[in-house]
């Protein structure tokens, strides 16, 4: 039993990871920059292709909350569900991927800053530039939100083990000196 509580201390948020190994971090790299890719090619795939059919439906939206209630006053669940659900998703593996990718980026606030400012590009370009479609902040903070669920759930430990900082000299556990 005294061993069983010894791993559970020594694997507590005080004890610093060993580093993967250089190739194994290189291909975990890869692989996420790939899959980002992939990604930004759906995002873009999704949301900037014109849609001439739902021109007459479209509508800008600048008042956070205005299509949330549009989408759960639909008569069918179903379209909510999808509306919403779907913007969400879309933003699942920005919070995943991005950390990994860009290890500077590790930490809820950057993260969200960072999500927002790119799904606010998108909807700037939808808004703009894309027949059928219109800038919907509502659609910005659901892609954020997915982005931060993304990044709770698996980006922050996929970002730790891909880029662990090891031991520093024998200095591990200590404070650094304080200045006077």
Do not use: W
Not at 77 to 93: E, H, K, S, T, W
């Amino acid at each position: 039993m005294a061993g069983a509580a010894s791993r559970l201390r020594t694997a507590g948020p005080g004890r610093e990871r060993r580093p993967l190994p250089l190739p194994v971090r290189l291909l975990a790299m890869l692989c996420a920059f790939a899959f980002m890719v992939a990604f930004a090619v759906v995002l873009a795939r999704l949301t900037l292709q014109p849609s001439p059919a739902s021109e007459a439906l479209t509508h800008t939206n600048l008042h956070p909350g205005r299509s949330l209630k549009a989408y759960l006053d639909q008569p069918e669940l179903r379209d909510a569900v999808r509306q919403v659900g779907g913007n969400i998703l879309l933003g699942v593996p920005f919070g995943v991927l991005v950390p990994v990718v860009a290890p500077r980026t590790r930490g809820i606030l950057r993260l969200l800053l960072l999500t927002a400012v790119v799904m606010l590009l998108v909807e700037f370009a939808q808004g703009a530039l894309v027949t059928g479609r219109a800038f919907d902040i509502d659609d910005v903070i659901l892609n954020t939100t997915g982005a931060l669920i993304g990044y709770l759930l698996l980006g922050r430990r996929m970002s730790r083990a891909v880029h662990a900082r090891g031991p520093r000299g024998g200095r591990a556990g200590k404070k650094p000196a304080q200045r006077t």
